[in-house]
DNA sequence: AGCACGCCGACT
DNA sequence: GTCGGCGTGCTC
């Protein structure tokens, strides 16, 4: 007899661990750890990953498997320690972290269906008879609504009612109607002196298999291709010369796109020194990892394509992470071009579907190359040989909710297993990372050149209080204004870029200073001129846009802040012949309409591009000759440690944007605060001279990469009870703690109230603290039944990426 | 998370 | 005396 143990798919403190079922006789040669089976729990049923299987239970009265839902197990053996890691790591569920591991598509969805247990429809009450007229079973959503719960149960108590537990798949593989011929070619000729004259069309199709050669063919491709109906083909079906078959295909989202097959271009000496230590290791199985540290322009993406050459050529696999690569088709062209039909690609801006069939190539192996965002660190390759993290500084690669994992982490956890290199590349790295490669933890590969040997395009900081001293009101200073006219006039592109995040533009009176703010979250409203609305980003609360103010009843209620809206109308007004792309949420908001904008935009149907951070990441337009940042000090301002990293990152990114090509480029920086370092050293390009300068801070600080910091974020609709229970929680943490590490707080957070429920926080900062995840771990239980009745809610994050 | 069980208040 | 409120505890 063998037993199994699964997690089972209720993610709460009590069930988070193994439960033991028996494996029915069929399955016992079947069986494997990593497979989802179906189990009873309680009176339902639910989805579950089988970890072990053993020869023994402790556990008395067993129940059985009720079904297997896959046939090859999902989670590999590395992923399911994997997953046992990242539960210990990040202090989440087993369950939620093997859902991390796997697509959406995979987790299971549950339904309640009424049975009808009598034959006799006659006994049920009135309320209830008309929806068992016609059917036995009736799903309990729609019977729900009209009869009260109470009424059924008394059905089911009587035996004339059932409840029926369904456990269904999100979603299932897509198949479609192939053809086929029934006979070879040359019996299908003489055979078609049987068709009818008459029976034109059923000739045609015949004659089309033979004539093509083809034996099999989707059903609608068949239709298309003879213009003919399927009344055709069902009459040859009849007759045996064709048969059907149902066959699975993929959903492929870049099924009608070429890709250009590219070849390696020689590299340069620097390219060649950083590309020699990475072939090392992949040759060597040595796990290392490197720190590619390349300007941008400087060719990194040709060393990550050669070394993935080496990988492949070993016989092993890649995986390539992307910050949110539906930003950036070029880069996936980039790796299509290179490795055609070995590449998946997964993203964010695939369905489920989609994202579902990708995943399948990888589990299939018939892939050896994934190019993906975040959760794609999870891909099932068994012989994983590298794993390459693309603008390693991104904050993209850190998961804001549970399982709070680092994408760079799980890469170095993973590799450690494989014995193979991780890559992380940046022209601006985290100071994690570069003092990591100081300290030779990591091993740092610098590339100083850019390719093509063209200058880092000239940057031009412009002090705005200065402009507006001088009389010039408009967001537009008169030497930006200067070089868009000029490059209108050249008929070269310029890019605009409006760093919006903390600051976006919300509705204030004149008279009182009232700021409309969301009823049920501590944050002014948005707004929105569609529909001239004000939004709660937040919790999507909407009101419409007040003409009087709602406190002093003055009509000098006016928006404030600058959204691309605004700056699009101002630039017509004084550019009115230059063509404008703005890219922003609202444009952006339909599938692939980010592509077609950018598209667009490579095509020279615009003059300018602009758009908020989302155009700063990896355009590469040889036109653009001009970049110009229109606030580059807003993100300063917000409560968070790495605001002047983030400022440092866009806006060395963001430069590198112009002049990629032959023609020089120019970067126009515009500022309220042009003295401070993120700005002034980012405008010379001098990295190592931020990195000190950011450093000496951290340090003065306690922040990381000096110490590692932990948020307790705790909420509560009652403002009392979370203080309370945040003081506790600092008072058992300072108890608790070593003496070396710094508790903070209790405080309320940066936004003290989302969604009606106030929100404070503590921060922890250590530097060694080996009591720390069992004290985590012991607050976690002892909030346990709070949490789950008293609408608790503690969120701890172990190495936040922002404080908000 | 669900769901059953169980123990107290307001109704037939 | 019963219906139904939600606190408590269990799920292999």
Redesign the pocket.
């Known amino acids: 007899m063998k037993y199994a ?2 997690i ?1 798919d ?6 988070d ?6 494996v029915p006789e069929e399955w016992q040669k079947l069986v494997k750890p990593g497979m989802r089976v179906i ?6 049923k ?1 989805q579950g990953f089988i970890i072990q299987l053993k020869d023994h ?8 498997i009720t079904e297997l839902v896959d046939l090859t197990p999902c989670l590999t053996n590395e992923l399911l320690q994997l997953g046992q890691w990242l539960t210990e790591t990040t202090l989440c569920f087993k369950i939620s972290a093997f859902q991390a591991m796997l697509p959406a598509a995979m987790k299971a969805k ?1 339904e ?1 269906v009424l049975g009808l247990l009598t034959n006799d429809v006659g006994v049920l009450p009135e309320s209830i008879r008309p929806f068992f007229e016609k059917r036995h079973h009736v799903d309990l959503k729609e019977i729900q609504d009209v009869v ?1 719960l ?2 059924i ?2 059905e ?1 108590n009587k035996g004339h009612l059932e ?1 029926i ?1 369904q456990v269904k798949q999100k979603t299932n593989r897509k198949t479609i109607k192939v053809i086929k011929c029934s006979e070879s070619f040359s019996k299908l000729t003489k055979m078609l002196a049987e068709i009818p004259a008459n029976a034109k069309k059923q000739i045609e199709i015949v004659e089309y298999f033979i004539k093509n050669k083809i034996s099999e063919i989707p059903l609608h491709v068949l239709l298309s291709e003879t213009g003919t109906s399927d009344a055709s083909v069902k009459s040859l079906i009849t007759k045996g010369f064709l048969f059907e078959e149902m066959k699975e295909v993929y959903r492929d989202p870049y099924e009608d796109r070429h890709f250009e097959k590219t070849l390696p271009l020689a590299l340069n000496k620097e390219q060649k020194d950083a590309i020699d230590p990475i072939i090392h290791s992949i040759k060597e199985n040595h796990h290392d990892v490197f720190l590619m540290y390349g300007v941008t322009g400087s060719g990194k993406t040709e060393v990550y394509l050669q070394s993935i050459e080496e990988v492949l050529k070993v016989g092993k696999e890649a995986i390539v992470l992307v910050p949110e690569i539906s930003l950036t088709p070029q880069m996936v062209h980039r790796f299509k071009g290179r490795f055609g039909s070995k590449v998946a690609v997964l993203h964010s801006g695939l369905s489920t579907g989609e994202k579902y069939d990708e995943w399948r190539k990888i589990h299939r192996k018939e892939v050896q190359l994934v190019v993906g965002a975040r959760s794609a660190i999870f891909a099932p390759f068994e012989n994983l040989g590298m794993v390459i993290i693309d603008e390693e500084h991104e904050s993209s690669y850190k998961q804001e909710e549970n399982p709070r994992y680092h994408a760079r982490d799980v890469a170095i956890y993973r590799a450690k297993l494989h014995n193979c290199p991780v890559v992380l590349g940046s022209a601006t790295p985290t100071l994690e990372s570069f003092a990591r490669s100081k300290k030779g933890v990591y091993k740092l590969l610098t590339l100083k050149e850019r390719v093509n040997k063209r200058e880092m395009p000239k940057v031009e900081i412009i002090d705005m209080r200065e402009e507006l001293r001088s009389g010039n009101r408009s967001m537009f200073s008169r030497s930006l204004l200067d070089k868009l006219t000029d490059r209108l006039q050249k008929g070269e592109q310029s890019v605009l870029l409006l760093n919006k995040r903390g600051y976006s533009s919300f509705v204030m009176c004149r008279d009182c200073g009232y700021v409309n703010g969301c009823p049920h979250c501590d944050i002014s409203l948005t707004y929105h001129r569609r529909g001239q609305q004000l939004k709660c980003h937040y919790c999507g609360y909407e009101e419409v846009m007040p003409s009087r103010c709602p406190e002093c009843n003055s009509e000098h209620i006016r928006f404030f802040g600058t959204g691309t809206q605004k700056v699009e109308e101002e630039l017509v007004k004084v550019l009115p012949e230059a063509r404008v792309i703005r890219m922003d949420v609202d444009t952006t908001g339909k599938k692939g309409a980010h592509e077609k904008l950018l598209t667009k935009f490579g095509q020279k149907q615009a003059d300018i591009l602009l758009g908020t951070q989302m155009i700063a990441k990896g355009l590469d337009f040889p036109d653009v000759t001009l970049v110009g940042v229109l606030t580059a000090d807003t993100m300063l301002n917000l409560p968070d440690f790495r605001a002047s990293e983030k400022t440092f990152q866009l806006l060395t990114q963001v430069s590198g944007r112009a002049g990629r090509h032959e023609l020089p480029g120019e970067v126009v920086i515009q500022t309220y605060t042009p003295e401070h370092y993120s700005i002034e050293l980012a405008s010379q390009y001098d990295y190592d001279a931020f990195y000190l300068q950011e450093m000496h801070l951290r340090k003065s600080h306690d922040y990381p990469p000096y110490f590692y910091i932990v948020l307790l974020t705790i909420s509560h609709p009652d403002i009392t009870k979370v203080i309370s229970v945040t003081e506790e929680i600092a008072i058992f943490l300072r108890r608790n703690l070593g003496n070396e590490t710094r508790i903070l707080g209790p405080v309320a957070s940066p936004i003290p109230r989302i969604k009606d429920r106030y929100r404070y926080q503590c921060m922890v900062k250590y530097k060694r603290e080996k009591n720390l995840h069992e004290t985590l771990q012991k607050i976690l239980e002892h909030y346990q ?1 709070e ?3 008293n609408d608790l809610m503690i969120s701890i994050d172990l190495s936040p990426n922002t404080l908000m």
Request: hydrophobic share 30%; glycine share 2%.
């Open positions: 143990s699964v089972v209720v993610p709460a403190m009590q069930t661990r193994a439960f033991d079922y028996k189990v009873p729990f309680g009176p339902r639910v239970s402790d556990y008395k009265r067993l129940k059985s549950y309640k009260p109470s009424e149960q008394k089911m409840m537990y039944q949490m789950s009745s």
